[in-house]
């Protein structure tokens, strides 16, 4: 069992910032997948970026060039840092570990992001 707490939501502008993390317990956290899931109201869920054990990176195109994922394995912890928000990012940003991608793997409790003028 791995349980995931999510940080770091909020309100802000649009072109404004926001980090994200997920701290992990319960078992080994570098030997896990770690991804970042959104879901709008009304939209499905849908994965925003994974790092993998071995810190291989992938990215939505619907981010690409503006959210970086990141881990620091000594803290049991994945971030994700948003650039240049949009209103279209407006979600629950929900974390997830996996020990392989095609696993379904434990969620957290999700952090919500809203950006607005």
């Known amino acids: 069992q791995v349980q995931l707490v999510e940080s770091g939501g909020g309100l802000v502008q649009p072109g404004e910032s926001l980090r994200l993390s997920c701290v992990a317990s319960?078992?080994?956290?570098?030997?896990?997948?770690m991804r970042w899931y959104r879901q709008a109201p009304g939209n499905e869920r849908e994965v925003v970026a994974h790092?993998?054990?071995?810190?291989?990176?992938n990215y939505a195109d619907s981010v690409k060039g503006r959210f970086t994922i990141s881990r620091d394995n000594a803290k049991n912890t994945v971030y994700l840092q948003m650039n240049t928000l949009k209103p279209e990012d407006t979600a629950v940003y929900y974390c997830n570990a996996a020990r392989a991608l095609w696993q379904p793997g434990y969620w957290g409790q999700g952090t919500q992001v809203t950006v607005s003028s």
């Open positions: 790092i993998t054990a071995g810190s291989n990176i």
């Open positions: 319960g078992d080994i956290f570098s030997r896990y997948v």
